[in-house]
C-alpha cells in the first residue's frame, strides 16, 4: 500500500509553453502533498505544501505565478510550470501525507522537466 | 528554521563491511521525527529508517540502525554487511511539527566489489 504515482515521468517542452504534472495518491487519501524540486546532485528542496480544497502554500523563493498547484481531491494534486524557460528545466518530486496524520510522506517516482 | 547537515559528500566502502553516514541538525522543537531515505539512480525515494525524537532507543531495520544523539543532535545511520544494492545517495531528513521535510545536501555512497 501506499502508492503515489506521477505522471508523465519525462516530459520536453519548448520555451514559453505551460506543463502539468500530475500527483496520485493511488490506494489511500492525502490530505497533504508536497512538492519538491531536485537539481542533478543536488538535494530535495521543498517547493510548496498543497492542502485539498485550499490554496497551496509556497516556500519563499518559489513564484507561485509560475509553478500554479491545485489540489482538488484527496488523491490529486497538479503542478503546472507556466511559461516555461531552460532554467525551469529539473526533476520535480511529489510526496503526500496519509490521512489520517502518519509520520510518513510517500514519494511519488519524480517527473523530469527539460525546457528547450 | 531547521537545518539539517551531511558532512560527508562522498562515501565508500568495501561489500560487506559497515559503514556510518553522519548528519547533524538544528531544531528548537522538542518533538520531531528524523529520517534516513535512499535515493538509487532510479531517483526514487525510498524510507531507510525512522527516529521519533521522543524515544531514546535507537531506531534497527535489519542491517540499517540509528545512533540518535538528543542533546548533540546528531543522528548516523549505520550500515552493516553493506551490499551491492545499498550504493545510492543517502538523505538525512527532519520532520517537525509543520509535517515539512528539511533535507540535508545527502552523502553518495559507493560500494566497493
Known amino acids: 500500500g501506499a502508492v503515489v504515482s506521477q505522471h508523465p515521468s519525462w516530459v520536453i517542452c519548448k520555451s514559453g509553453t505551460s506543463v502539468k504534472i500530475e500527483c496520485r495518491s493511488l490506494?489511500?487519501?492525502?490530505?497533504?502533498m508536497f512538492w519538491y524540486r531536485q537539481f542533478p546532485k543536488q538535494s530535495l528542496m521543498l517547493m510548496a505544501t498543497?492542502?485539498?480544497?485550499?490554496?497551496?502554500?509556497?516556500e519563499q523563493g518559489v513564484e507561485k505565478d509560475k509553478f500554479l498547484i491545485n489540489h482538488a481531491s484527496l488523491t490529486l494534486s497538479t503542478l503546472t510550470v507556466t511559461s516555461a524557460h531552460p532554467e525551469d528545466s529539473s526533476f520535480y518530486i511529489c510526496?503526500?501525507?496519509?490521512?489520517?496524520?502518519?509520520?510518513?510522506?510517500?514519494f511519488g517516482p519524480g517527473t523530469r522537466l527539460t525546457v528547450t | 528554521a531547521q537545518t539539517v547537515t551531511q558532512s560527508q559528500p562522498e562515501m565508500s566502502v568495501q561489500e560487506a563491511e559497515t559503514v556510518t553516514l553522519s548528519c547533524t541538525y538544528d531544531?528548537?522543537?522538542?518533538?520531531?521525527?528524523l529520517f534516513w531515505y535512499k535515493q538509487p539512480p532510479s531517483r526514487q525515494m525510498i524510507l531507510v529508517i525512522r527516529q521519533e525524537a521522543y524515544k531514546q532507543q535507537n531506531a534497527t531495520e535489519n542491517r540499517f540502525s540509528v545512533n540518535f544523539q538528543k542533546a548533540a543532535k546528531s543522528f548516523s545511520l549505520k550500515i552493516s554487511d553493506s551490499q551491492l544494492g545499498d550504493a545510492a545517495m543517502y538523505f538525512c531528513?527532519?520532520?517537525?511539527?509543520?509535517?515539512?521535510?528539511?533535507f540535508g545536501k545527502g552523502t553518495l555512497l559507493t560500494v566497493n566489489p
Open positions: 510526496s503526500a501525507h496519509r490521512v489520517p496524520s502518519s509520520y510518513e510522506q510517500y
Open positions: 490506494d489511500f487519501q492525502a490530505t497533504t
Open positions: 498543497s492542502n485539498e480544497g485550499s490554496k497551496a502554500t509556497y
Open positions: 531528513a527532519y520532520r517537525g511539527s509543520n509535517y515539512k521535510l528539511t
Open positions: 531544531t528548537s522543537e522538542s518533538d520531531y521525527y
